[in-house]
């Protein structure tokens, strides 16, 4: 027989199971244009809606007259608030406990908002109807900036004022102004100013982390198709979340859960951006309804980029105190945080501000206060993680930043000011002065590895040179060395303190083994290009035995797979892939009752190895899983239901903590402002590897997203609240020509809580890259002055620095 | 993104097109490669409807250097420009600046007609066709004419062509000397922050001609007969390029946008300018 003549090393190879850099099983279709993304769905009479969009960013509509675009041959329908009032459907709940016009009811809160859906038999003819819908608007005082925002007497929602004037509570507590939307408090506030008084070294910085925009290659869009006859809705669409969609459709439109199907297809690219419900879904659901046809919307690029779910916005200010020696002792941070018209924030319910209080880092802080306040000012809605999970980007970009300051202040090195300051290994489980308790970490090994393999002290000392020349008159070019160690937060979440409308963050994996050896796996979760069809598998080929090519992973289709929150934040891995590994254990429990029965022992006498359960002591004597998966269906066992299958339902204990050290060189021409990265080093920990290749993939998409972000991507307002940056000649989108050879490295913390000890890696190499370029930037003019400036760093931005600290003259 | 509906025609012979021409007037446009015109169609800034692609016309596509005369046909494409051995020993200038066009995709359909006809300060061909002195030929219902790069360009996206004329082809004298083409852009597929043509002669260590023509910092490509000036007769030392940069930032006019204000421009302009000097004389 084959397998007497396999080696044990054979087996394993065989499974491609984890640590294996399996070739993702997804790239067949999409290398060759086979991939079915919703714009795909063609449906027999399938009409097409789109949107007039606002022209202001504050104004009244006193009138919207539809006349002449009912007259454009094609046009079926211009729906508008009034219609959908009716139904209760001109408003829409946020996931952040507020609410959002689906169609302007009354006003306009920000440029490109939904004042009408224009109803068509194809999208020519919607765009022609859309240019003759005919808005009145009444311009209304605008305001961009936050800070003003909450000194204004001009109110944004008239909704959210009482009669009396008064200001009633949001979802998330008191609100002091009517553009004030909550105050979010972590940490000890007087124990912290205490510390911060008494301080031997303090300094205080504020920084901007601009509003950016996730910008996936696809866009969002959905398919709605109400079957009249049996009274089932299907909405195919780009959700990252389905099972959640789901669910709040059925809360909003009254439809039964049970006659409602959610499918996400192939999907594009999510970043964050397709995670939030958007007026395109319910205007298309209600619009199938009222046609009795399957209606299409999807957005363009100016759409995605001007309405749908912006990312950052955050005025950051920090207090950061340390002993003259360097140990930080105390830090306080203050956030006013730009929400747009409506609070349409992605984050669990708990934490308005997501995960902001990981601000502390991977820093042993003792002492510390994160106070944040949420503003609307007259810009899109949104606020979602873009490639981070709930607002880390943010946290690891002003922790990273407040070190640099402070090893300026102390004149000290920064890799050995994070050195002294690192959490110790012996420390782990660590519990963080603002609430999180870190699972594991081992970040001295990383940054000691890290700073080896770049030679950093070599690059300290070309560095001074290079300084030297410049001033010297040799050279026109500076040198920065940007360090960044940051510890992301992902895996939402346990269900004690994680939900989103109430839905809690576990997820979900169901499989059934097929009595031939091979066998389908369900999640709740749902891949936008991570590969899920390619890592799940390998996570059930070593947890059952079977080869990961026999097994097919399938996810998105809330009628077909298990109940499950989607896919963001990390969470996939850290929950789903948790699910996974559990009921992979529970398969193979039931495998090796069946392969105790063949093989006439106790259950007990029974142990797994690789693909079969061998008789322990006499491996001649075994079970491979695909006999004993035959056995499962095909034999009367006693005491044993007959089929192999399972599901489970993963609540995690905690969050995992992924963590890493990045090195950036980068040369800053000082008179054209052009900044050339010659170096990356990224060294990533996230626990246990499953697929090496995945891991590199991921890693060099999110340094690229990173330098996006530090270097030149941003939604840019002008002060009348029009969108600079709308279409992609002004949003940068890096392309292989803009992004550097990146070298990857790792090293393996296993998660102690995590049934198979992986953490998450997608989102590290934004988390981390971002603070990375940034500092780059900054630590190239630090010998001239610099403290800090705000990304994005831009030819001239980093132009202006050189400018203003004289270095033109 | 979706234009305004519109009529599609494709004729075989430039008299059909001329008739076209003078049949709808202002409603109207020619189209080579499309890739300035269409997406200012699909963002409805520009409303054509009656459309005429010029790809079905016979020798447009032609590119002939004879007795020290280059001329390339109007719907010669970018990547033909670049991939052209004769060229790129004959005015080594043009390949350089059409690398710096876009990206391989947009100069597979990009035409050199389209980027000299259209008007649009951020087209690079234009500045590079000033600094060679080229002259385009203009085809209408009464016959050809033709008119200087140097004269073309009277404001954004206007020029001297008729409404009825089509450009369909450019002359260049065989440039002398050393060249540049030197261009910051913010990133692939981005019009210039800043950038400048130079075509320079060199006899005996000192420079006896010199043609300079910037991009994308005014509303029109800009021809400093001021500059070039300034380098003759010099060595082409820090003085005589500070002189060159004076007199150029005397002519230019740029305005602020995503890419920067106008200080930085002119800085930037400054800069990129003496770069190109640089190299175009290390090449004479």
């Known amino acids: 027989m084959k397998d007497e003549v396999e080696s044990r090393d054979d087996r394993v190879a065989n499974l491609k199971g984890m640590g294996c850099s399996r ?102 003819a919607a765009a022609d109807g859309i240019e003759a819908v005919e808005v009145d608007y009444e311009e209304l005082p605008v305001i961009v900036d936050p800070f003003e925002a909450l000194k204004t007497d001009v109110v944004l929602r008239e909704d959210l004022v009482a009669q009396d ?36 070294v303090l300094v205080e910085e504020s920084m901007y982390y601009h509003r950016t925009h996730p910008c996936p290659l696809e866009t969002c869009g959905c398919v709605a198709s109400m079957d009249k006859v049996n009274g089932k809705l299907t909405l195919w669409g780009t959700f990252q979340a389905p099972h959640a969609i789901r669910t709040v459709v059925s809360l909003i439109s009254g439809i039964e859960e049970h006659n409602i199907r959610v499918v996400s297809p192939d999907i594009g690219g999510g970043f964050g951006n397709k995670v939030g419900a958007y007026p395109g879904y319910v205007c298309s659901v209600v619009a199938s309804i009222v046609t009795g046809k399957p209606v299409k919307w999807i957005e363009d690029r100016m759409d995605n980029l001007m309405t749908t779910a912006f990312a950052r916005d955050y005025h950051m200010t920090g207090k950061i105190s340390a002993t003259k020696e360097g140990k930080i002792t105390g830090l306080h941070c203050h956030v006013t945080a730009d929400h747009g018209g409506f609070d349409a924030c992605a984050d669990p319910t708990k934490f308005p501000a997501g995960f902001m209080n ?239 029965y063949l093989l006439e022992v106790h259950d007990n006498d029974v142990e797994f190895d690789v693909d079969r359960f061998v008789v322990k002591g006499a491996p001649e004597k075994f079970k491979t899983m695909k006999e004993i998966a035959f056995a499962a269906y095909n034999q009367a066992i006693p005491g044993i239901e007959p089929g192999l299958e399972a599901v489970s339902y993963y609540d995690p204990p905690n969050m995992t903590y992924p963590f890493g050290a990045y090195v950036c060189v980068m040369d800053i021409d000082v008179d054209t402002g052009v900044p050339e990265i010659r170096r990356f080093y990224a060294l990533d920990d996230c626990g246990t590897r499953i697929n090496p290749m995945i891991i590199e993939g991921q890693v ?75 500092n780059a930037v900054h630590d190239a003019f630090r010998a001239f002055g610099l403290r800090q400036t705000n990304m994005p760093h831009d030819h001239w931005r980093i132009w202006k620095t050189a400018n203003e600290l004289g270095l033109h003259d | 993104m979706i234009p305004a509906a519109f009529d599609y025609y494709r004729p075989t012979k430039m008299d059909d097109v001329i008739a076209l021409l003078q049949e709808h007037g202002d409603d109207a446009r020619v189209m080579a490669g499309g890739h300035s015109l269409i997406p200012m169609m699909k963002l409805r800034m520009a409303e054509i409807p009656h459309l005429i692609d010029l790809q079905a016309i016979d020798g447009l596509n032609e590119i002939s250097i004879e007795d020290g005369q280059i001329t390339i046909g109007a719907m010669v494409t970018q990547h033909d420009l670049i991939n052209h051995a004769g060229l790129e020993a004959a005015a080594p200038i043009l390949r350089e600046a059409a690398l710096q066009i876009a990206d391989p995709q947009v100069r597979y359909m990009g035409t050199v007609g389209g980027n000299v006809a259209n008007g649009d300060p951020g087209n690079d061909m234009p500045g590079v066709m000033q600094c060679l002195d080229a002259t385009f030929a203009l085809v209408g219902p009464d016959g050809e004419r033709s008119v200087a790069a140097r004269d073309f360009y009277e404001a954004a996206y206007m020029t001297a062509r008729e409404d009825e004329e089509v450009l369909t082809s450019v002359s260049i004298p065989a440039p002398q000397g050393g060249y540049a083409y030197e261009k910051q852009k913010r990133k692939i597929g981005d019009y210039a922050t800043a950038a400048a043509a130079v075509q320079i002669v060199k006899e005996d260590g000192k420079c006896t001609a010199a043609s300079i023509a910037m991009t994308n910092l005014s509303d029109t490509p800009i021809y400093s007969v001021d500059a070039g000036a300034a380098l003759v007769g010099t060595a082409v030392d820090a003085a005589a390029l500070n002189a060159a940069k004076a007199a150029m930032l005397g002519n230019i006019d740029p305005t602020e946008d995503n890419r920067g204000p106008v200080a930085f421009k002119k800085h930037v302009a400054g800069v990129i300018l003496a770069r190109a000097i640089e190299r175009a004389w290390s090449r004479a």
């Not at chain 1, 200001?167 to 124990?191: C, L, M, S």
């Not at chain 1, 060395?481 to 992902?490: D, K």
């Not at chain 1, 997608?762 to 990375?772: F, I, T, Y």
């Open chain 1, 23 to 124: 070739k993702r099983v997804e790239d067949a279709r999409f290398t060759q244009g086979k991939g079915n993304y919703v714009d795909d769905i063609k449906l027999d009479g399938m009409l097409f809606g789109d949107f007039v969009r606002s022209p202001y960013a504050h104004a009244r509509i006193t009138n919207i007259n539809a006349e002449e675009a009912l007259k454009v041959p094609g046009v079926l329908a211009v729906l508008t608030a009034a219609d959908l009032e009716p139904l209760g459907l001109h408003w829409m709940p946020t996931l952040a406990g507020d609410k959002q016009m689906v169609l302007a009811d009354g006003k306009v809160l920000f440029q490109g908002q939904e004042v009408a859906f224009v109803v068509a038999e194809d999208r020519f």
């Open chain 1, 165 to 200: 004037g008064s200001i009633p509570d949001g979802a998330h507590g008191p609100r002091t102004h009517p553009n004030h939307i909550f105050t979010w408090e972590a940490g000890e506030k007087e124990a912290t100013e205490q510390v911060l008084d008494n301080a031997e």
């Open chain 1, 358 to 596: 990981i601000c502390t880092g991977s820093y042993d802080i003792p002492t510390a206060f994160l106070e944040v306040d949420g503003v609307y000012t007259n810009k899109a809605p949104g606020g979602v993680s873009y490639r981070c999970s709930f607002r880390v980007t943010e946290a690891v970009y002003f922790i990273e930043r407040m070190v640099e300051v402070l090893a300026i202040e102390l004149g000290m090195d920064a890799a050995e000011l994070r050195r002294i300051n690192f959490i110790k290994k012996e420390q782990f489980p660590y519990k963080a002065a603002l609430g999180w308790e870190y699972d594991s970490g081992d970040y001295h090994t990383a940054w000691d590895k890290a700073l080896t393999s770049v030679d950093y002290d070599g690059l300290r000392a070309e560095q001074a040179q290079r300084v030297e020349d410049f001033k010297a008159g040799k050279t026109r070019k500076l040198m920065g060395v940007g360090l960044s160690f940051f510890t992301e937060i992902v895996g939402a979440g346990p269900v004690k303190n994680c939900d989103i409308l109430g839905l809690g963050m576990f997820d979900s994996c169901e499989i059934r083994i097929h009595p031939t050896g091979s066998a389908i796996a369900r999640l709740g979760t749902i891949s936008q290009g991570q590969g899920h069809a390619t890592t799940f598998a390998q996570i059930l080929a070593s947890e059952i035995g079977l080869p990961a090519d026999s097994i097919t992973i399938e996810e998105g289709d809330t009628d077909t797979a298990p109940y499950g929150l989607g896919t963001y934040g990390s969470r996939s891995t850290p929950v789903a892939g948790a699910a996974t590994a559990m009921a992979g254990r529970k398969i193979r429990a039931k495998a090796q009752m069946i392969a105790a």
């Open chain 1, 700 to 774: 060099h998409g999110g340094l690229t997203e990173a330098l996006a972000v530090a270097l030149g991507q941003e939604i840019a307002y002008d002060d009348m609240g029009n969108v600079k940056t709308g279409t992609l000649m002004d949003f940068f989108l890096p392309t292989a020509w803009e992004v550097p050879n990146y070298e990857t490295d790792h090293t393996v913390t296993p998660s102690p809580h995590h049934p198979i000890g992986a953490k998450g890696v997608g989102e590290s190499p934004h988390v981390g890259g971002v603070p990375c370029f940034s």
